[in-house]
């Protein structure tokens, strides 16, 4: 299964963008690159899912170098509702493996 | 649309006790998943399913069961509950492999489960 880093926690303040990256040197040929955001006290929620390149949806944007050893995760004009805990998974098997995350405030 | 719900929500058990979490779904999806959440560990896989009667080990299995005998029902136990597995528990559903880049998981609300 490959690994991921990511920063252990990032601050923000509202309306400014925001970049996690996450380091997945070991990644293998079929993994998907897969980002989830956990709010307390709830479970993990799907934020965006990516292969290579870029993807984007309406709440998130993918950005994936050529060789997918790492990924990069931009929230557009964070606001204070976006403070979360983000991870990054990578794999192809039938199950998911969870990082520590990276922690997010944003402040007003 | 009820989704994915556990229970109970919170539950206060002694050492030595044996304690089942329940976990339902409604989406008729193949594959679950039970995960426990501790401070400084972010999700840890403790066993999945990838279909009725078909259960697989994750990371720390160690000192749970679970059993599929339905699609939408996945019970986790706790044979002999220690201290050490005191955690929130979160269970989750696909309709396929979330990490094949064809589904995701969705996840329940969690268990908050307390060892004295």
């Known amino acids: 299964l490959a690994k991921t880093t990511q920063p252990i926690s990032m601050d923000s303040y509202e309306g400014q963008e925001v970049n996690i990256t996450c380091s997945h040197n070991?990644?293998?040929?079929?993994?998907?690159i897969t980002w989830y955001q956990q709010f307390p006290s709830q479970g993990p929620r799907f934020i965006i899912q990516g292969y290579k390149t870029k993807v984007t949806n309406e709440v998130a944007s993918l950005f994936i170098p050529a060789d997918r050893k790492s990924s990069t995760l931009s929230l557009p004009r964070v606001s204070l509702s976006d403070t979360a805990v983000y991870y990054c998974l990578v794999d192809n098997t039938d199950k998911l493996i969870f990082g520590t995350g990276t922690r997010l405030q944003v402040f007003p | 649309d009820a989704g994915i719900t556990q229970s109970p929500r919170y539950k206060i058990t002694e050492t030595g006790r044996q304690v089942t979490l329940m976990c339902h779904q409604t989406w008729s999806h193949s594959y679950m998943f039970w995960y426990r959440q501790d401070l400084g560990h972010g999700l840890r896989l403790i066993y999945y399913?990838?279909?009725?009667?078909?259960?697989d080990k994750g990371e720390v299995p160690d000192g749970y069961v679970v059993s599929r005998s339905k699609t939408e029902n996945f019970p986790l136990t706790l044979e002999s509950a220690t201290r050490s597995q005191t955690s929130v528990y979160f269970c989750?559903?696909?309709?396929?492999?979330?990490?094949?880049?064809?589904?995701?998981?969705?996840f329940g609300p969690g268990t908050r489960l307390t060892v004295l």
């Open positions: 989750a559903s696909s309709f396929s492999s979330g990490g094949s880049g064809t589904d995701t998981q969705y």
């Open positions: 399913s990838a279909a009725a009667d078909i259960t």
């Open positions: 070991n990644i293998a040929t079929n993994d998907y």
